[in-house]
C-alpha cells in the first residue's frame, strides 16, 4: 500500500503563486494588446467626437479599472487552476478561455470599427458568460467566484455607458473618421 504525501499549507500556497505568476500577466497583457490594436479614449478621434452620457468616468478610470478588472481575472483563474481534482475544473477553464476571447474582441470592435451595437452585444455576450463562470467557479472555490464580482459589476456599468452612447449617436460608425484613416500631409 502507498502512502500519499499530504501537502504543507506553505506548499500550497507556493504551488498557487506559481499559478497566479504565470496567469495575472497573461490576463493582463492580453487586455493590453487588445486595448492597443486601436486607439482608445481621447487619443481615438471616433471616440473624441461622439456625444458621451453624463455619467461617463475620466479617460484614465477606464485602464485603471480594466487592469484591476485582469488581474482578479488572472488570479481567479490561477485559484481554479490549482484546485486540481475538481470534477469541473476543465470546463471552468474552457469558459474562462471562451469568455477572455470574447472580452478582447470589445475594444477592436469599438473603437476600430465603430460598431457600437455590436460592441453591445458584446458586453451582453461578455456579461452572461461571466455570470456562468462565476457560478462554475463557485461549485468549485468561493474565493474564486467572489473576485469576479467586481467585473460583473462593470460590465453591468458599461453596457449601460455603451447602451446610451448607440443612443445618443445614431450611425455613429460613420459620424466622424478613424484615427487609422486620418491622413497627414506634409508641406
Not at 97 to 121: E, I
Amino acid at each position: 500500500m502507498a502512502l500519499r504525501e499530504v501537502a504543507s499549507k506553505q506548499q500550497l500556497q507556493w504551488a498557487f503563486l506559481r499559478w497566479a505568476v504565470v496567469t495575472v500577466p497573461f490576463v493582463v497583457l492580453c487586455g493590453f494588446t487588445a486595448a492597443r490594436l486601436a486607439p482608445s479614449g481621447s487619443d481615438n478621434l471616433w471616440y473624441a467626437a461622439i456625444i458621451k452620457p453624463s455619467v461617463t468616468p475620466p479617460d484614465w478610470l477606464f485602464p485603471v479599472a480594466w487592469t484591476l478588472i485582469y488581474i482578479l481575472l488572472g488570479l481567479s483563474l490561477a485559484v481554479i487552476l490549482h484546485a486540481r481534482g475538481s470534477r469541473f475544473r476543465g470546463a471552468a477553464i474552457a469558459l474562462f478561455l471562451v469568455q477572455l476571447a470574447v472580452n478582447l474582441t470589445w475594444s477592436p470592435v469599438f473603437f476600430g470599427m465603430h460598431q457600437v451595437s455590436w460592441a453591445l452585444g458584446i458586453v451582453a455576450a461578455m456579461f452572461v458568460l461571466t455570470l456562468a463562470m462565476t457560478f462554475l467557479f463557485a461549485r468549485i472555490r468561493q474565493g474564486a467566484a467572489l473576485m469576479l464580482v467586481p467585473y460583473l459589476a462593470w460590465l453591468l456599468f458599461a453596457g449601460y455607458l455603451n447602451y446610451q452612447i448607440m443612443v445618443l449617436n445614431p450611425g455613429a460608425e460613420t459620424l466622424a473618421p478613424s484615427s487609422a484613416n486620418a491622413q497627414i500631409i506634409k508641406l
